[in-house]
């Protein structure tokens, strides 16, 4: 029978060993940084209000927005130089694109409709229709992913734009919103997050964050009172890499995203495994590990408390994402 004066120790030790065994389960949740890597920059329309950009076969299209001013276009990603452009009515605001069969889909802002235009001639051959306001968008090969500058995004069907399904997503466990473009990458969507420097990828089936890109130092090197933010991303598969650019930029940067491995002091392993090596034990493993050393650790704290012994405080970690830097950017 457990004495009175013991109970509430006991009590208190069976929370530790749970806060313990569980933190390994919590912190397998964070996402991880990338690193920036450039590896070449080009030209671009500073007069250029970016909303989406969509490289295919070659070629690059880019849609830009506010009103009296939105059009399609398509660029020559090595000059920046406009190739070709097609004008929105005054009372359209341009939003993202993405590429669908022969067509290049256009969202507009608050006017719910989505122009259809022939990837040839760039004439409009026909619309979608929906509600709210359309931010990104990207297609999956299955669907058409997109935003509307909230948590959500929503899975849409290429031939009708109905909704099929709509996902959430979350930052280390938080709803994170205002996600503006995308790109589709395999099982991965890639977004511009409005007013920020930062470039989220997503995992398209949980939502959950993978890892953040902080491309501050690409907004850096802009100047001027005219230079908006971060919007603008284009998957080139031949060089498995992305061209960013924002709202207003004189530059576009092709660039890749690197993990950051922790360095490794045996230098008698084998090179191979290395670059294969996770940073990180698998989540299985993590949890694994904690759920073995719960047993032996609650009877080791069981024991020090009910002979009085205090125990040593824990500690978790705490991941802070990258900063991201403000926009005086007035329009969407």
């Known amino acids: 029978m457990i004495r009175p004066t013991v109970a509430p120790r006991v009590l208190t030790a069976l929370m530790v060993v749970l806060f313990l065994t569980l933190t390994p389960a919590s912190v397998e949740g964070d996402s991880e940084a990338a690193e920036l890597h450039v590896i070449s920059s080009h030209s671009h329309d500073g007069g250029a209000f970016t909303q989406g950009l969509e490289m295919h076969d070659g070629s690059l299209y880019e849609s830009t927005g506010l009103y009296g001013y939105s059009s399609l276009r398509e660029v020559d990603p090595s000059s920046g130089e406009v190739l070709r452009q097609k004008q929105l009515e005054e009372s359209l605001f341009g939003e993202g694109i993405t590429v669908v069969g022969d067509t290049i889909v256009m969202l507009t802002w608050k006017e719910g409709i989505a122009l259809i235009f022939d990837i040839e001639t760039f004439e409009v051959v026909g619309n979608h229709t929906y509600s709210g306001e359309g931010w990104g968008l990207c297609n999956d090969g299955t669907s058409l992913v997109m935003s509307n500058g909230t948590s959500e995004l929503a899975f849409r069907d290429p031939e009708d734009f109905t909704v ?71 998957y080139v598969a031949e060089r498995d890499a992305f061209l960013i650019t924002g709202k207003n930029w004189t530059s576009m940067h092709l660039v890749s995203f690197e993990s950051i491995q922790e360095p490794v002091e045996d230098d008698d392993t084998d090179p191979e495994s290395v670059t294969s090596a996770p940073s990180s034990p698998p989540r299985a493993e993590v949890l694994s590990l904690s759920v073995c050393l719960g047993i032996p650790l609650t009877l080791l704290i069981l024991f020090l408390w009910t002979s009085g012994t205090p125990g040593s405080p824990s500690r978790r970690r705490i991941h802070n994402p990258p900063a991201t830097r403000a926009s005086t950017e007035g329009d969407r």
């Not at 938080?174 to 990458?185: I, W």
């Not at 991965?188 to 409005?194: G, H, L, P, R, S």
């Not at 920020?196 to 990828?201: N, Q, V, W």
């Not at 997503?202 to 802009?222: H, K, M, P, R, W």
């Open 164 to 234: 099929q399904s709509t996902l959430l997503v979350t930052l280390d466990g938080q709803q994170t919103n205002l996600l503006n473009e995308l790109e589709c990458v395999g099982g991965m969507i890639y977004a511009n997050v409005w007013r920020s420097d930062l470039i989220l990828a997503i995992n398209s089936t949980s939502g959950a964050v993978e890892f953040t890109v902080d491309a501050s130092q690409l907004a850096a090197s802009e100047s001027g009172p005219s230079n908006g933010v971060l919007n603008g991303i284009a």
